[in-house]
C-alpha cells in the first residue's frame, strides 16, 4: 500500500489559517471516515490532534479542524501560533484492515 | 493516567536479534490494542502493525509481514516488538502507542526506543 500524499512543507505567519491536504484513494481515505491527524515536534512523541475526518480529543485547540471530501482530506489550523510550527501527519484505515501514513507536512510558522 | 513506557536505547550489530518492549499502565491493557510506529532517521512515520493483547491476535503491515514479530504478555502489561536478525536497514526510533479499535488511531504513545544497527 502506498502512503497517503501531502505537501512536504507549508507556511505562514502568526495568525493566519492555513491547510495540509492528504489524499489517498477509495480504498483508504475516500472509502472510511477514519482518518487521523498527528502532531510531531522535534525529537517528541507524536501527537493525536483529530481523530475520524473531524474529532477533536479533550485538550486540543478548536483552532484544529479537519474534514474530507472524497479522496482527500483536509487539516486546516486557523489563528496560527508559534508553537504550532511541527511535522503533521495524516494516517487513514485501509480495505487491508492496516492502517497507512501520509508522508508528513513540515508546517513553518514565519 | 494512561502511560506507555518504553525500554531504552539499544546498539546492535548487523544479523543480532533484539526484542524491545511497551509497558502499559493507567488502563485495562487488555481491552485495547497496541501498535508499533517506525520512524527511520530523518523520515515519516510508518505503520508496522497491531496487536490485542487480550487474545494475542496480531495484524501487521504487508512492508513488516515477516521482518519482524509482535507480541504481548498481559500479565505484566508489556508488547513486544522483536527482530530475529538485524539489518542496517532497521536503524530507526520506534514507537508503542495504544490503539482505538474503531478507527485504528493512536490516541497514547510511548516515548520511543531509538535501536541503531552498525557493524
Known amino acids: 500500500q502506498s502512503a497517503l500524499t501531502q505537501p512536504a512543507s507549508v507556511s505562514g505567519s502568526p495568525g493566519q489559517s492555513i491547510t495540509i491536504s492528504c489524499t489517498g484513494t477509495s480504498s483508504d481515505v475516500g472509502g472510511y471516515n477514519y482518518v487521523s491527524w498527528y502532531q510531531q515536534h522535534p525529537g517528541k512523541a507524536p501527537k493525536l490532534m483529530i481523530y475520524e475526518v473531524s474529532n477533536r480529543p479533550s485538550g486540543v485547540p478548536d483552532r484544529f479542524s479537519g474534514s474530507k471530501s472524497g479522496n482527500t482530506a483536509s487539516l486546516t489550523i486557523s489563528g496560527l501560533q508559534a508553537e504550532d510550527e511541527a511535522d503533521y501527519y495524516c494516517?487513514?484505515?485501509?480495505?487491508?484492515?492496516?492502517?497507512?501514513f501520509g508522508g508528513g507536512t513540515k508546517l513553518t510558522v514565519l | 493516567e494512561v502511560q506507555l513506557v518504553q525500554s531504552g536505547a539499544e546498539v546492535k550489530k548487523p544479523g543480532e536479534s533484539l526484542k524491545i518492549s511497551c509497558k502499559g499502565s493507567?488502563?485495562?491493557?487488555?481491552?485495547?490494542?497496541i501498535g508499533w510506529v517506525r520512524q527511520m532517521p530523518g523520515k515519516g512515520l510508518e505503520w508496522m502493525g497491531i496487536i490485542y493483547p487480550g487474545d494475542s491476535d496480531t495484524r501487521y503491515s504487508p512492508s513488516f509481514q515477516g521482518q519482524v514479530t509482535i507480541s504481548a504478555d498481559k500479565s505484566i502489561s508489556t508488547a513486544y516488538l522483536q527482530w530475529s536478525s538485524l539489518k542496517a536497514s532497521d536503524t530507526a526510533m520506534y514507537y508503542c502507542a495504544r490503539v482505538i479499535a474503531a478507527g485504528y488511531y493512536f490516541d497514547y504513545w510511548g516515548q520511543g526506543t531509538l535501536v541503531t544497527v552498525s557493524s
Open positions: 493507567g488502563y485495562s491493557f487488555t481491552s485495547y490494542w
Open positions: 494516517s487513514s484505515y485501509t480495505s487491508s484492515s492496516t492502517v497507512v
